[in-house]
Structure formats: C-alpha cells, structure tokens
C-alpha cells in the first residue's frame, strides 16, 4: 500500500508538470519575457534578490531532466535545480514585481516564484589600486546578466533575430573579455585567495556567455534562460565566499 501511494505521488507530480509545460507553450511567446526593459539597477555594494519561476520538486531524476527537455523546447530555461530537490527553473528575474507579474498570467497553480538571495560581493583591500580594480573587474555580472536578460526578453518579443543574438553575445564576450585582460594585468602581483576568486569567477562568466546556444527562437532563447540562471548561482556562490 505504502508503495503504491508513493508511484501515485509520483505520478501526480508528472501530471502537473506537464499541465505547466503545456501552459508554457502559449506563455512563453509573451508571458516568460516579462518586463523586458528591466535591468539590473542595483547598487552594487548592497544585498540583491534574483527570482525563479520553478516547479515543484520533483522525486525521480530521470523524470525531471525528460521535463526540463519539454521546457526548453518551448523556450524555457529547462534547468534542473538539484539544490531544490529536482525542481525545473523556467526563468529568471531581477525583481519580485517581474516574476510575481509573469506567474499571474501564466495562471498555473504547479508553478511558483523562488527568491534568490544574494550578498553584495565585498573584498575589504587597503592598497587602493587593487582596490579600484576589483571594483572595475565587479562590473562584469551586471552587464552579463542585464545583456542575456534582456536579449531573451527582446527574442521572445520578436524584435531580435537569432543572427541579432549571435552578434549581441559576441560583442558581450569581447567586453567581458576586456575586463578580465584589464584585471589580471592590475592583479599579476597578487597572490591573494580573493583576486583568485575574482579571477575564477571572470572565466567562469565567459564560459557562461561563449555557452550560449543559438538555433531556433526556442533552443536560443532556453538557451539565454538557462545560462542567465547558471550566473546568478554563480555570482551568488563568489559573493559567499567572499563574504
């Protein structure tokens, strides 16, 4: 009996993940762009919030990633979230308003909106030129995540193409890319553990951006969700460790 409930428990779970993928083929033209001029305009030296539209958890692994693929071909970031017991993360927001916004029209009670802690990035250095340089190198995930932000937002809303998006990404990783040459000329005599970090974290950011898939709408703009969601977990795990 107890089994028996359980496979019924999993097969519930299944249920309403499809209904939500099913709503995500009429939203995610519209409703996953969100507010798609919105950006990141915080200050950098404060705490941030970022906000997933998700599902439920989800038991069977297998079960989960044959979901996440359904959802990417609709254009959602298909990403499965095995810190949050398999959940599948559709997109990411900047603020609560946005996602709290796009999970009304989507109407699906099997969705809902996750918050996303994230501690201001902070390295206390006495010498005012490295000081100044991991300032300048901070920037990085600002420009990165408002570009992939608002790329998939303006695809979703046709008023970008894929080629649009090709050009786009590739102009952002040269920028990116310039940041990191400038911070490791500044940082080449340092050995300290946080510039390392700094360092790491410039290289994982462009894997991130030279990541970026392109194809169709959907596989592109999945692609531009999926990979904004792996830098805000990213940037959150370098804000805590060097918090």
Known sequence: ?????????????????????????????????GDKLVVALFDKEADRAYYFITTAGIDDVTIAHQNADLIRLRGGAGYVD?????????????????AENVLAKLADSSLMVREIPMKAVSVSLKDKGLKSAVDEALTY??????????????????????????????????????????FYEKTKNSSLDEITEIKLALVTALAIIDGVETGNTAKTLSSLRRQTVQLVYCHQALALTLS
């Open 1 to 33: 009996m107890t089994k028996k409930r359980k496979v019924d428990v999993t097969k519930g779970v299944v249920v309403a993940t499809i209904v939500a993928i099913l709503g995500l083929t009429i939203a995610v033209g519209y409703f996953l762009g």
């Open 82 to 98: 095995m810190r949050e017991d398999n959940s599948i993360v559709l997109a990411v927001y900047p603020d609560k308003n946005s």
């Open 141 to 182: 995930f600002d420009l990165t995540f408002d570009t992939l932000y608002n790329l998939s937002n303006s695809l979703a809303d046709n008023e970008v193409t894929v080629d649009d998006v090709k050009t786009q990404i590739g102009v952002l990783s040269s920028k990116i890319e310039d940041i990191k040459s400038v």
